[in-house]
């Protein structure tokens, strides 16, 4: 793991958020939550395969975590990975901030493509059911990261499943939460959209990471890791994930 790496973890979540929330928030009402979800997966899906042979493309505190915890990257790339990505996402909503005050009338207050439960749910979804759907979404891009990426004889195939997973996971969660899954897509617009997206990002940053732990303990169950070979893979082991 190097300083390229990190600067990949960052320009890539980045622009994720970038292009992801722009959907959410300025095109939502064009292209529907199809095209959004369209837009969050092959975007990711392009990153994965831009990013993923510097730095694995996590792109996802979450992601990062699951891998943490089933041994494929140290603890020390882990923060610094998770770092990354946070700011990634902080400056990736910063530009996109600055491009909407050029939109007539576009209001940013109180939404912004950030997520929320409750009033600022589209089906009114409480902050527990919010929080398990959050949890349970994320385990699933999770499952598929780790599942995608270990030792496989067609490894390309791996940015297409994690793409396409994180399509069907938006047009699951949009209406629920504005689909998370990433706690630097959450942190990024919360932070400029303020008011009640701030308030609520708590569950944004937690609920992914509870995810991102389940998914790495039904990994292991799934594969049991061998004493010979319980030594963390190469820090760089992934392939994205938003």
Known sequence: ??????AAEFTGTALLVFFGVAAAAVGGPLIGPVGIALVFGLVLLALAYAFGPVSGAHLNPAVTFGLLLARRIGPRTAVRYAVAQCAGGVVGAGVLYAIV?????FTVHGAFGSNGWGARSAVGIDGVG??????????????VVLGVTRRS????????AIGLTLSALVLVGLPLTGCGVNP???????????GPALSQLWLFLVAPLVGGA?????????HPVRRASAVPAPDTMAVGAA
């Not at 004889?153 to 297409?160: E, M, S, V």
């Open 1 to 6: 793991m190097n300083d390229r790496a990190i």
């Open 184 to 194: 630097a897509r959450s942190l990024g617009p919360a932070l400029f959209a303020g």
């Open 214 to 222: 389940l998914a790495a303990g039904v990994d292991r169950l799934l």
């Open 101 to 105: 005050h050029a939109i007539p009338g």
């Open 153 to 160: 004889p067609a490894p390309g195939a791996a940015g297409a």
């Open 130 to 143: 919010a929080f398990l759907a959050e949890a349970v979404l994320t385990m699933l891009l999770v499952l």
